[in-house]
């Protein structure tokens, strides 16, 4: 079975842009979760997804936002880019019963400069 | 005060050496105790996974959850130059949102 895939897996940008990230899960788990990595702060949740609808949400400003397609799928998006949100940014799938085994991609490593 | 925390380290220790990592935690809501393993450029990866209290063994590891002192380990017995990484804590409470501590960075010297 096919991990996670998430691309690009490196990203330059500027202050002031936008980006997006895709993430595409395990074959059959409809659950996808986006988190925020860095030295300082550790891993940090952005938000969850589950059957198209967001579940879950951690304490980010709204210039971060996603969604999820029918094929789970999935899109974080993040707006007027500044300097503190260079991280990497990590795309975890499960089949989201509750367990709470996550599966991680590689992730997307974002520098804004 | 961190809902999880887990000293960052720098751990390194001789190859063969038994290896303990620890993490203490304050919400006794969290059912869900898991270790991840993460290497340089990667994504962390899924060791070992424990429901509730108790011992979780699996080859040179073992995981161990005491839900009464809020505190969990990892034991990584024989260890190898192989096993050099960041191992990450992470536990839930079924609301599909893991918290992690701030990992461990451990390094094996041959």
């Known amino acids: 079975k096919a991990g996670v895939t998430q691309t690009p897996r490196y990203l330059i940008k500027t202050r002031g842009q936008q980006v997006t990230l895709s993430c595409s899960p395990i074959s059959g788990h409809r659950s996808v979760s986006w988190y925020q990595q860095t030295p300082g702060q550790g891993l940090q949740f952005l938000f969850e997804y589950f059957s198209e609808t967001q579940r879950n949400k951690g304490n980010f400003p709204g210039r971060f936002s996603g969604r999820q397609f029918s094929n789970s799928r999935s899109e974080m998006n993040v707006s007027t880019l500044e300097l503190g949100d260079s991280a990497l940014y990590l795309c975890?799938?499960?089949?989201?019963?509750?367990?709470?085994?996550?599966?991680f991609g590689s992730g997307t490593q974002l520098s804004v400069l | 005060q961190k809902e999880v925390e887990q000293d960052p380290g720098p751990l390194s220790v001789p190859e063969g050496a038994i290896v303990s990592l620890n993490c203490t935690y304050s919400?006794?809501?969290?059912?869900?105790f898991m270790w991840y393993r993460q290497y340089s450029r990667k994504g962390p990866e899924l060791l070992m996974y424990t429901y509730s209290s108790g011992n979780k063994e699996d080859g040179r590891f073992t995981a161990q959850v005491d839900k009464s002192s809020k505190y969990i380990s990892l034991f990584i017995r024989d260890s190898q130059p192989s096993d050099s990484a960041t191992y990450l804590c992470?536990?839930?409470?079924?609301?599909?949102?893991?918290?992690f501590g701030q990992g461990t960075r451990l390094t094996i010297n041959p």
């Open positions: 975890a799938s499960s089949d989201g019963q509750g367990d709470e085994k996550l599966f």
């Open positions: 919400n006794s809501a969290f059912q869900y």
């Open positions: 992470a536990m839930g409470r079924g609301a599909q949102k893991l918290v």
